[in-house]
């Protein structure tokens, strides 16, 4: 009997060429809509997926063949795991594969924001040679907080090893092997009063949405930059122009929005997206960060190596 997967999401010819060889039939359906799954999908033994499908209970129940899902790369709040769970539907990620690509964007966030790479460039662009106006900061001394010390967040401690900083992590989970450059705390309180960089590195999940709210900004002692590689939700974006403004927030670093993209915005999130995108001091890009070449082939194979591990069971 024929195994077909149904490909909803862009992939590197590593994973395609590796399911042809593992005996599948492949169906490409990248540009795939929400209302047009359940066909493509009601005879298939796995879907390869990002986030343009919901796999929720409805879609599975209209998948019966389905044994398992791969995702490519983190983030499983697109698939309904206790429904898979009870389905019998083994469901894998590749977190690995595009951990470095957010580490390296996130970093490039930092230096652009710290040292008026973006804001400068610009002026240059409009006639304008301003030296004084974008003196910047350097990193060395200055202490980071990563929230969510995960395969991103320990990417990105690996990236600031080099750069003589304090490196703080928080997870709720405990983290015997962290590496000896990273302060690895209990609570919040230390990045709370001493941290001048915040970076989020956290899931999707209930108890991240806004993470980043008005209570956390108000716990900060010290005027900080902040980064989310991460999701959308776990900053409140609506808070950010004030921050900015009594210059507690002195920048913000966004690879990604509460709602994306842009067409599936609301009028309040499109106005608010106007108004941080034009501040000099904020940069935010179209959840690139974990979108290289090489995160690509990344992915791909660790997704093709979980599968096969899956079917070898």
């Not at 990105?156 to 983290?175: C, E, H, I, S, Y």
């Not at 501040?279 to 997704?303: C, F, R, W």
Request: hydrophobic residues 45%.
């Amino acid at each position: 009997m024929t195994k077909t997967v149904l490909l909803a999401a862009p992939i590197h010819p590593v994973l395609r060429d590796g399911l042809l060889a593992q005996g599948y039939e492949l169906r490409e359906a990248v540009e795939i809509r929400q209302e047009s799954a359940a066909a493509l999908l009601h005879d298939c033994t796995g879907v390869i997926t990002s986030t343009r499908l919901m796999l929720d209970a409805a879609l599975l129940d209209a998948a019966p063949l389905l044994r398992w899902i791969g995702r490519m790369g983190s983030g499983l709040e697109v698939i309904d795991l206790a429904a898979a769970a009870a389905r019998g539907i083994s469901v894998v990620s590749s977190p690995e594969g595009n951990a470095n690509a957010v580490a390296e964007h996130a970093l490039g966030l930092l230096l652009g924001l710290t040292k008026h790479i973006r804001r400068s460039a610009v002026e240059v662009r409009d006639g304008k040679w301003l030296r004084e106006e974008n003196r910047g900061i350097e990193l060395e001394g200055k202490t980071l907080g990563i929230i969510g010390f995960g395969h991103t967040g320990r990417a990105f401690a690996r990236k600031l090893q080099g750069l003589d900083m304090r490196v703080l992590a928080f997870d709720t989970r405990p983290q015997p092997d962290a590496p000896s450059w990273v302060e690895v705390i209990d609570n919040l309180e230390l990045i709370w009063n001493e941290g001048t960089i915040v970076s989020f590195h956290v899931p999707f999940a209930p108890d991240t949405h806004h993470y980043f709210n008005q209570a956390f900004a108000d716990h900060m002692k010290r005027p900080f930059y902040l980064l989310n590689t991460s999701r959308g939700t776990v900053v409140d974006t609506a808070i950010l122009p004030q921050l900015l403004a009594c210059g507690k927030l002195l920048g913000a670093g966004l690879d990604v929005w509460e709602q994306e993209p842009i067409s599936r915005m609301d009028n309040r999130q499109r106005t608010l997206l106007d108004e941080l995108s034009q501040h000099p001091d904020v940069i935010v890009t179209p959840h690139i960060a974990g979108y290289t070449q090489e995160a690509l082939y990344k992915m791909s194979a660790t997704l093709l190596a979980k599968i096969g591990a899956l079917t070898d069971k």
